[in-house]
């Protein structure tokens, strides 16, 4: 395996560095607060080809390898302090783009995977229900076959991106007494009858990410708004799971680097009994332990990457990196309040905000609990 990025990969890494910081960092603690999404930052990132990273060209895309995608999703998340604006896009780019890269017809890809990369689209992803989070599997969202349509009802919740989505991957059982082989995914467009997607459910981070309901009442589609086989739902969930579980962590990484190089600043500029506080081993413990934390996500972040680029499945992987980087996130940033004292708690430092941010890492794509469990059973435990 070679660690070192080419020319043109530290090129576009550092276009997305310049860019991000010059146009999606704007009045960001009033837009947290009002929980307000940057729909002009998400246009100008489709025209920037975020959107599109790993999308062949043949859809629009730029056709990076995963490797590539990588290092330019980890530069966007570290120059860019709108954590909830990078989860929206990772969200649609793993979750919603790539389901629909690997299962879909020519013809919704087209259509979908098109309108995403050029920013004309926001897309979802609806697996998660009122009584059904971790347990995916007891979903009671239906799909009763009609002839050559389908008819959908169920409720969807905590969805990514769901007030402002123009469509949605959406989850339902075809045939209950199969119960996993029964389930199957869906396209559904907002403007379809018996279709409601509900309002912003407010938060305590990622509040710039708008997330809410999508309710399906009724909802007749046809037959082509399949995605994938008839009872292939899970296979597709899983999949996109695995890229969800790795990659969008890749932008999380970038956040633990920013939250780092603050936290080193400080700690030398911040002076207390006659010398900077990063002298004091306590403070320095903590810097060293974030580092460290950096470097280790990092090697199992390119190394999925570069496994996946090479063909293999890393799934046992990919919950582990999920797991390792949402958890350090959250340890880096509560340890940045400490470091920043009374200025870390504070909302004009901006400290505060990205522990709050972090915190959803350790539930959304599989909590922490149901990664070890995910991980105990690749490990036969
Ligand atoms: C910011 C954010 C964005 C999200 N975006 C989406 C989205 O776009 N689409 C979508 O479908 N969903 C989304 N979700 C939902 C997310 O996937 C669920 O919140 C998550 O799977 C947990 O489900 P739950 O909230 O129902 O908690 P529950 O499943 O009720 O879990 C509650 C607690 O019990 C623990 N627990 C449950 N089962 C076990 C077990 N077997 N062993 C040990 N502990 C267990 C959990 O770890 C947790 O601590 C999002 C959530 C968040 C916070």
Same mark, same amino acid.
């Given at each position: 395996?070679d660690f070192?990025?080419s020319?043109e990969?530290?090129?576009?890494?550092r276009?997305?560095r310049?860019?991000?910081?010059a146009?999606?960092?704007e009045d960001?603690i009033r837009?947290?607060?009002?929980?307000?999404f940057?729909?002009?930052?998400w246009?100008?990132?489709?025209?920037?080809?975020l959107q599109?990273l790993?999308v062949p060209?043949?859809?629009g895309?730029?056709?990076q390898d995963?490797?590539?995608t990588v290092?330019?999703c980890e530069?966007?998340?570290?120059?860019?302090?709108d954590?909830?604006l990078?989860?929206s896009?990772n969200?649609?780019i793993?979750?919603?783009?790539?389901?629909i890269l690997?299962f879909?017809t020519?013809?919704?890809?087209q $259509?979908?995977? &098109?309108g995403?990369?050029e920013g004309? @689209?926001?897309? !979802?992803?609806?697996?998660s %229900?009122p009584d059904?989070g971790?347990?995916?599997?007891?979903?009671r969202?239906?799909?009763?076959?009609?002839?050559d349509h389908?008819?959908l009802?169920g409720?969807?919740?905590?969805?990514t991106n769901?007030?402002?989505?123009?469509?949605?991957?959406?989850?339902a059982?075809?045939?209950?007494?199969?119960?996993?082989?029964?389930?199957?995914?869906f396209l559904?467009?907002?403007?379809m009858?018996g279709?409601?997607f509900?309002?912003?459910i407010e938060?305590m981070g990622?509040?710039?990410s708008p997330?809410?309901?999508?309710?399906l009442?009724n909802?007749r589609?046809p037959?082509?708004q $399949?995605?994938a &086989?008839e009872?292939a739902g899970?296979? @597709?969930?899983? !999949?996109?799971?695995e890229? %969800?579980?790795?990659?969008i962590?890749?932008s999380h990484?970038?956040?633990?680097r920013?939250?780092?190089e603050?936290?080193?600043?400080?700690?030398?500029?911040?002076k207390?009994?006659?010398q900077?506080?990063s002298k004091f081993?306590?403070?320095a413990?903590?810097?060293?332990q974030?580092?460290m934390?950096?470097e280790l996500a990092?090697?199992l972040?390119?190394?999925i990457a570069w496994?996946?680029?090479?063909?293999?499945e890393?799934?046992m992987?990919?919950?582990?990196?999920?797991l390792f980087?949402?958890?350090?996130?959250?340890r880096?940033s509560?340890d940045?309040?400490?470091?920043?004292?009374g200025y870390?708690?504070t909302?004009?430092?901006?400290?505060?905000?990205?522990?709050r941010d972090a915190i959803?890492?350790?539930?959304y794509?599989g909590?922490s609990e149901?990664?070890?469990k995910?991980i105990?059973?690749?490990?036969?435990?």
């Open positions: 395996m070192t990025f020319a990969q530290e090129e576009l890494a276009a997305v310049d860019f991000a910081q146009r999606l960092n960001l837009r947290d607060r009002e929980a307000a940057n729909r002009e930052g246009t100008a990132c489709a025209e920037m080809g599109g790993h060209e043949a859809y895309g730029q056709g995963l490797t590539t290092k330019v530069a966007l998340g570290e120059a860019c302090h954590n909830g990078v989860f896009l969200a649609q793993w979750s919603v783009e790539m389901p690997h879909g020519e013809e919704q890809k $259509r979908y995977l &098109r995403m990369v004309r @689209l926001i897309g !979802a992803h609806g697996m %229900e059904s971790s347990d995916a599997l007891a979903m969202a239906r799909a009763v076959k009609d002839g389908y008819v009802d409720t969807k919740t905590f969805i769901g007030p402002v989505a123009d469509f949605a991957i959406v989850f059982n075809v045939r209950p007494e199969l119960k996993a082989l029964g389930i199957t995914a559904i467009d907002r403007d009858p279709v409601s509900g309002p912003k938060k990622l509040r710039t997330m809410g309901e999508i309710i009442d909802v589609i037959a082509t $399949r995605l &086989r009872g899970m296979q @597709l969930f899983n !999949a996109s799971m890229y %969800e579980r790795a990659f962590f890749a990484l970038g956040a633990m920013r939250i780092y603050r936290c080193r600043r400080h700690a030398r500029e911040r207390q009994f006659g900077s506080i081993t306590p403070v413990d903590k810097l060293i974030m580092r934390d950096i990092q090697l972040l390119y190394k496994a996946k680029d090479h063909g293999q890393m799934p992987e990919a919950a582990m990196a999920k980087i949402s958890e350090a996130q959250v880096a509560l940045a309040i400490q470091i920043f004292g870390g708690f909302v004009e430092y901006e400290v505060e905000r990205e522990h959803g890492g350790r539930l794509s909590t149901i990664q070890r995910l105990g059973s690749y490990l036969g435990l």
